[in-house]
């Protein structure tokens, strides 16, 4: 499965974007997906993760509700909708799926990682 992330840009704080991750193929469905990512100097970390139905969620606390993470498995596509953003929300968004984990939570229940897509908030 390759994974393409889409939708970065610049924004101001208190701003939206929605981020967007294509999957290459259909076996895509069976995996569970989530958002990590990385600001300069840190580690990667948890943002959110959804089975494969997309019907359970998890969000870390930093942005419990703020984001949504979802999916539309007729596209391939799983999507991070960003709203109140902060300028600490600052950071390169990886996508990642799991074929063997219920949800993505941790770097190690990775299986493919998408290439990143930066995010930066203005204060």
């Known amino acids: 499965v390759q994974l393409q992330a889409s939708g970065g840009g610049l924004v101001q704080a208190g701003g939206s974007l929605r981020l967007a991750c294509a999957a290459s193929?259909?076996?895509?469905?069976?995996?569970?997906v989530g958002w990590f990512r990385q600001a300069p100097g840190k580690e990667r970390e948890f943002v959110a993760s959804?089975?494969?139905?997309?019907?359970?969620?998890l969000y870390a606390d930093s942005v419990k509700g703020r984001f949504t993470i979802s999916r539309d498995n007729t596209k391939n596509t799983i999507y991070l909708d960003m709203t109140r953003l902060k300028p600490d929300d600052t950071a390169v968004y990886y996508c990642?799926?799991?074929?063997?984990?219920?949800?993505?939570?941790?770097?190690?229940?990775?299986?493919?990682w998408g290439q990143g897509t930066l995010v930066t908030v203005s204060s």
């Open positions: 959804t089975n494969w139905s997309g019907g359970s969620t």
């Open positions: 990642a799926a799991a074929l063997h984990s219920a949800m993505v939570i941790d770097i190690t229940d990775v299986d493919h």
């Open positions: 193929t259909s076996a895509f469905t069976a995996y569970a």
